[in-house]
């Protein structure tokens, strides 16, 4: 019947969701050829089968904006889902929700859009309840779709703060979809009303965070844990509280509605850190001892909680020590069946591997490793007419499989690829700041090509530039210039004095002022950290290091949260022919599927190594962002995932025991660059950073005896003899004696 609707041929089942039978066809041409709806629920395996053979121009539909082919797009969205049984509730609310992922680049697990309708995969209709904490009313909605539900959360969290302050949301469901890219969509809602909004999604542990500002909502949705996201942007605003009131939002209030959640989270056992929760908080609330009080007494623990942030990160300490110590009875996971499987996202080391994406560069034979197209020019379908690709500087499929894989790694709608991470940071800052007297703002420890094009190229393009310790937020806040600074640049950790600065904060602030933001993630990866995450616009890596991680090819990749600001990117890099070429495309696509490996090992070497130079007694500083007295340690590993990444640099107060050191190292290659399975060692001031002129070296706290070293994946002991037997001679020379290693 449905296979006659669609003129589909007659293979195949109808869905219904109470049957919870699949509907799919076995003839690719007979998909491919339907220009009404199509609806498909296949299985998960099928699925990556049947969505390739369906055009993509849904996508461009939705990105490109234009209102007719919206509501195309809607009607045949809606459609699709009436077929699927769903009610005209429920259609309008996962249609406007779908869609909203898709503008972000970030899907939902439950259904993608097509061509001509929705893809359904999993279980999205899963019998779910809805609850407030016992201080509240109690709603009820069996059977419901989960969008339905969370939609009925938000619109009763609003109300309710609207008339109280403030209101707390339980959602207690058994359905299993993570609603990942969809989040924002709800938390918009309620900001849009004036409301700063929670939304926490359990089951895949991610949280949208949507701020009320003088123009759109500022929306933040966390990759990882609740905690880490809380802690981050508490900690923003916390620096942030001296900046003045006349800001776009109140960093008092924002901090005010994280501890609140957070301290929820830590007092009661209504909501645990894997709850589906609804938090709306008026900005101009200013104590919610209340509400907390209410919801301590749920629980056994303390009847009142302070709000002040070391009260916080006491609280959330003690969360974690009460998980992690929790005994088995009280943290045994239900056992595992058929209704209860929890799906989760892929982690990044699967991701690699096997890419989750899909592009529109398909392999017809299915290789078990991407294709190679080695070629210059394609032949196109007519005289009039161009197929997808025609000139390989203008696009080739296998630069398309590396972007689009790196774009997914990262959460971006779009990623582009440059022939070298210089000609990607260059392409980034036209984008931000193409025009005379436009104004960036970098900080003072940055690699030593980015000090060249910013100091030489850009300046004389007109461009002025404003050097800063971004470990000091008042000096870049002093630095940016409202209405004239565009971009604002990160590097951390800093290359090569190895400082940590706080991604969140600055983009915070940077998007007060309406400047864009830009995070050179070459040290880190997305492995480690994912600063659009974060709330970047742009972040740079130099594929050159750890994606290609061999040592054999040169390549920049940049990734994008909006698509027009990609497209701007992209035009640069065709107009001036700054592509990637295929076969180093072929590399770096080869590089991924070992990166994570890779980095781990480099990570653990590297924490070896820093632990042994800073009982050396030639060492008088080692800056690795893993130490725990490192300065910004904390903020580093909130930020990064937890790894102090395998980049480390150290003085030793002697320029000449430094170079001896270097030079008589057996296993380390003294080589520009970082990121290789090699071991690397070098004098930034005499290598890499030699562009910097002394002086200006001199002012940014830069001494020539710095020795940066890029652990490999050789075994640890050996790198830590060959350090040894480098120091002796001078050691013996001095009388001293080398660390005892335990």
């Given at each position: 019947?449905?296979?006659?609707?669609?003129?589909?041929?007659?293979?195949?089942?109808?869905?219904?969701r109470?049957a919870?039978?699949?509907?799919?066809?076995?003839?690719?041409?007979?998909?491919?050829?339907?220009?009404?709806?199509i609806?498909?629920?296949?299985?998960?395996?099928?699925?990556?089968?049947?969505?390739?053979?369906?055009?993509?121009?849904?996508?461009?539909?939705?990105?490109?904006?234009?209102?007719?082919?919206?509501?195309?797009v809607?009607?045949?969205?809606?459609?699709?889902?009436?077929?699927?049984?769903?009610t005209?509730?429920?259609?309008?609310?996962?249609?406007?929700?779908?869609?909203?992922?898709?503008?972000?680049?970030?899907?939902?697990?439950?259904?993608?859009?097509?061509?001509?309708?929705?893809l359904?995969?999993?279980?999205?209709?899963?019998?779910?309840?809805?609850?407030?904490?016992?201080?509240?009313?109690t709603?009820?909605?069996?059977?419901?779709?989960?969008?339905?539900?969370?939609?009925?959360?938000?619109?009763?969290?609003?109300?309710?703060?609207?008339?109280?302050?403030?209101s707390?949301?339980?959602?207690?469901?058994?359905?299993?979809?993570?609603?990942?890219g969809?989040?924002g969509?709800?938390?918009?809602?309620a900001?849009?009303?004036?409301?700063?909004?929670?939304v926490?999604?359990?089951?895949?542990?991610?949280?949208a965070?949507?701020?009320?500002?003088?123009?759109?909502?500022?929306?933040?949705?966390?990759?990882?844990?609740?905690?880490?996201?809380?802690?981050?942007?508490?900690?923003?605003?916390?620096?942030?509280?001296?900046?003045?009131?006349?800001?776009?939002?109140?960093?008092?209030?924002?901090?005010?509605?994280?501890?609140?959640?957070?301290?929820?989270?830590?007092?009661?056992?209504?909501?645990?850190?894997?709850?589906?929760f609804?938090?709306?908080?008026?900005?101009?609330?200013?104590?919610?001892q209340?509400?907390?009080?209410?919801?301590?007494?749920?629980?056994?623990?303390?009847?009142?909680?302070?709000?002040?942030?070391d009260?916080?990160?006491?609280?959330?300490?003690?969360?974690?020590?009460?998980?992690?110590?929790?005994?088995?009875?009280?943290?045994?996971?239900?056992?595992?069946?058929?209704?209860?499987?929890?799906?989760?996202?892929?982690?990044?080391?699967?991701?690699?591997?096997?890419?989750?994406?899909n592009?529109?560069?398909?392999?017809?034979?299915?290789?078990?490793?991407?294709?190679?197209?080695?070629?210059?020019?394609?032949?196109?379908?007519?005289?009039?007419?161009?197929?997808?690709?025609?000139?390989?500087?203008?696009?080739?499929p296998?630069?398309?499989?590396?972007?689009?894989?790196?774009?997914?790694?990262?959460?971006?709608?779009?990623?582009?690829?440059?022939?070298?991470?210089?000609?990607?940071?260059?392409?980034?800052?036209?984008?931000?700041?193409?025009?005379?007297?436009?104004?960036?703002v970098?900080g003072?420890?940055?690699?030593?090509?980015?000090?060249?094009l910013?100091?030489?190229?850009?300046?004389?393009?007109?461009?002025?530039?404003?050097?800063?310790?971004?470990?000091?937020?008042?000096?870049?806040r002093?630095?940016?210039?409202?209405?004239?600074?565009?971009?604002?640049?990160i590097?951390?950790?800093?290359?090569?004095?190895?400082?940590?600065?706080?991604?969140?904060?600055l983009?915070?602030?940077?998007?007060?002022?309406?400047?864009?933001?830009?995070?050179?993630?070459?040290?880190?990866?997305?492995?480690?950290?994912?600063?659009?995450?974060?709330?970047?616009?742009?972040?740079?890596?130099?594929?050159?290091?750890?994606?290609?991680?061999?040592?054999?090819?040169?390549?920049?990749?940049?990734?994008f949260?909006?698509?027009?600001?990609?497209?701007?990117?992209?035009?640069?890099?065709n107009?001036?022919?700054?592509?990637?070429?295929?076969?180093?495309?072929?590399?770096?696509?080869?590089?991924l599927?070992?990166?994570?490996?890779?980095m781990?090992?480099?990570?653990?070497?590297?924490?070896?190594?820093?632990?042994?130079l800073?009982q050396?007694?030639?060492?008088?500083?080692?800056?690795?962002?893993?130490?725990?007295?490192?300065?910004?340690?904390?903020i580093?590993?909130?930020?990064?995932?937890?790894?102090?990444?395998?980049?480390?640099?150290?003085?030793?107060?002697?320029?000449?025991?430094?170079?001896?050191?270097?030079?008589?190292?057996?296993?380390?290659?003294?080589?520009?660059?970082?990121?290789?399975?090699?071991?690397?060692?070098?004098?930034?001031?005499?290598?890499?950073?030699a562009?910097?002129p002394?002086?200006?070296?001199?002012?940014?706290?830069?001494?020539?005896?710095?020795?940066?070293?890029?652990?490999?994946?050789?075994?640890a002991?050996?790198?830590?003899?060959?350090?040894?037997?480098?120091?002796?001679?001078?050691?013996?020379?001095?009388?001293?004696?080398?660390?005892?290693?335990?």
């Amino acid at each position: 019947q449905i296979a006659t609707q669609v003129k589909l041929p007659t293979r195949g089942t109808r869905h219904s969701r109470a049957a919870g039978n699949s509907f799919s066809y076995t003839t690719a041409p007979a998909i491919k050829s339907a220009k009404q709806i199509i609806t498909f629920a296949p299985s998960q395996n099928s699925m990556e089968l049947y969505r390739p053979l369906v055009c993509q121009s849904v996508k461009n539909k939705i990105c490109n904006g234009i209102s007719n082919k919206i509501d195309i797009v809607d009607s045949y969205c809606k459609s699709s889902l009436q077929l699927l049984d769903y009610t005209a509730e429920e259609v309008q609310v996962i249609t406007q929700a779908i869609t909203y992922a898709e503008r972000k680049g970030v899907k939902d697990e439950g259904f993608a859009l097509l061509e001509d309708g929705v893809l359904k995969g999993g279980n999205s209709s899963s019998s779910v309840s809805f609850t407030e904490s016992p201080q509240f009313d109690t709603i009820s909605s069996n059977g419901a779709s989960l969008y339905l539900l969370l939609q009925k959360a938000i619109t009763n969290a609003t109300t309710k703060a609207k008339q109280s302050g403030s209101s707390l949301v339980i959602v207690n469901s058994t359905s299993n979809d993570s609603l990942i890219g969809s989040l924002g969509f709800f938390a918009e809602q309620a900001a849009n009303e004036g409301l700063i909004t929670l939304v926490s999604d359990g089951p895949s542990n991610r949280l949208a965070l949507s701020v009320p500002t003088t123009s759109s909502p500022l929306t933040l949705t966390s990759p990882s844990c609740l905690e880490s996201l809380l802690l981050s942007v508490v900690s923003s605003s916390s620096s942030s509280s001296s900046s003045s009131s006349s800001s776009s939002f109140l960093p008092a209030s924002l901090s005010l509605a994280l501890r609140l959640a957070t301290s929820l989270l830590s007092t009661t056992s209504i909501l645990q850190p894997s709850s589906r929760f609804v938090l709306t908080v008026k900005p101009q609330i200013g104590s919610h001892q209340a509400l907390l009080a209410a919801a301590a007494s749920a629980s056994s623990n303390e009847s009142s909680v302070s709000l002040d942030n070391d009260a916080l990160l006491k609280a959330l300490k003690a969360l974690r020590k009460k998980q992690s110590r929790a005994s088995p009875s009280t943290c045994k996971a239900p056992e595992r069946t058929a209704s209860t499987k929890v799906k989760k996202e892929l982690s990044v080391a699967t991701k690699l591997v096997h890419p989750s994406y899909n592009s529109k560069a398909v392999d017809p034979y299915g290789g078990s490793m991407p294709p190679l197209w080695q070629t210059a020019t394609f032949a196109q379908p007519g005289a009039t007419t161009f197929g997808e690709y025609d000139y390989t500087r203008s696009g080739n499929p296998t630069r398309t499989l590396l972007e689009d894989q790196f774009a997914a790694l990262e959460g971006a709608v779009r990623a582009l690829s440059f022939t070298s991470g210089m000609a990607a940071l260059a392409a980034a800052c036209r984008c931000a700041a193409g025009a005379a007297g436009d104004h960036i703002v970098a900080g003072d420890d940055i690699y030593g090509g980015t000090s060249r094009l910013l100091s030489q190229s850009l300046f004389k393009s007109g461009i002025a530039v404003t050097n800063v310790d971004m470990t000091n937020l008042d000096k870049v806040r002093a630095a940016i210039i409202p209405g004239k600074t565009k971009l604002v640049l990160i590097e951390t950790p800093t290359n090569p004095r190895m400082q940590v600065l706080d991604i969140v904060a600055l983009c915070a602030m940077a998007k007060e002022a309406g400047a864009l933001t830009c995070v050179d993630n070459s040290i880190m990866a997305p492995v480690f950290q994912r600063p659009l995450d974060l709330g970047a616009d742009i972040c740079m890596t130099s594929g050159t290091k750890f994606v290609g991680g061999h040592g054999d090819v040169t390549l920049g990749l940049l990734t994008f949260k909006d698509l027009d600001l990609a497209k701007k990117a992209y035009f640069i890099q065709n107009a001036e022919g700054a592509g990637l070429a295929p076969f180093d495309c072929w590399l770096a696509l080869r590089g991924l599927k070992t990166m994570a490996l890779r980095m781990e090992r480099s990570a653990e070497n590297c924490a070896k190594l820093a632990n042994y130079l800073v009982q050396h007694p030639l060492v008088q500083k080692v800056n690795y962002a893993g130490l725990r007295n490192h300065p910004g340690h904390e903020i580093h590993m909130r930020q990064s995932g937890g790894s102090g990444g395998s980049l480390l640099s150290f003085t030793t107060g002697d320029l000449e025991v430094s170079k001896a050191v270097v030079e008589k190292t057996k296993l380390f290659k003294v080589t520009v660059s970082f990121g290789n399975v090699n071991s690397l060692i070098s004098l930034p001031c005499y290598m890499s950073h030699a562009s910097i002129p002394a002086e200006v070296r001199a002012a940014r706290g830069l001494p020539d005896d710095l020795v940066r070293i890029s652990a490999g994946i050789e075994d640890a002991e050996d790198l830590i003899d060959d350090l040894e037997q480098a120091f002796a001679p001078i050691l013996a020379a001095r009388g001293l004696q080398s660390p005892k290693r335990g």
